[in-house]
């Protein structure tokens, strides 16, 4: 289903909420059953069995690895971090920090140093541009001084 191939063992990520079935975003679980005649297949989250349909397939994804950005909020045993020049536009102190605060045990940084002493050194996260000060004040212009 949408070009991957789902097999029972495999560790899956649910990509969205869904309240119906009780499991959200950023939830990991190993699927335990596939129904190929009923075009199901069956995933453990925790102890809690959640039945997915064939049409509801693209709320998963296989996560035998995963972005810093989907780990947030998440622990792992063991986190496996690339650090290289060649990905200098990720090479921000934020996204170390994130990396490496994921790991509950182990964490191993592979790369050069040069680029971990790059990203360490950058703080400049890039802006946001959320309009979220003005939407709490409209009173604010966007440059956060006041109105007029």
């Known amino acids: 289903r949408g070009g991957y191939t789902y097999r029972q063992g495999d ?3 649910q990509q969205r909420n869904n309240y ?8 990991l679980g190993y699927i335990r059953e596939v129904d190929t005649e009923e075009r199901t297949l069956k995933v453990d989250f925790d102890g809690k069995w959640v039945e997915y349909d064939i049409t509801e397939l693209d709320e998963l994804t296989l996560a035998y ?4 950005h989907k780990a947030q909020g998440s622990e792992y045993p063991i986190v496996v971090m690339p650090v290289l020049m ?3 536009v990720m090479l921000q ?3 170390i920090y994130t990396g490496i605060t994921r790991a509950k045990k182990i964490c191993v940084l592979i790369g050069a140093t040069k680029a971990l002493a790059y990203a360490v050194h950058n703080m400049s996260v890039l802006k946001r541009n959320t309009s979220l000060r003005e939407r709490l004040n409209p009173s604010l212009t966007t440059d956060g001084k006041l109105r007029g």
């Open 93 to 95: 102190r934020n996204l």
């Open 11 to 13: 560790r899956v990520m």
């Open 20 to 27: 119906d079935k009780d499991v959200f975003n950023g939830d």
């Open 65 to 68: 690895a995963t972005t810093i």
């Open 86 to 88: 060649t990905h200098f």
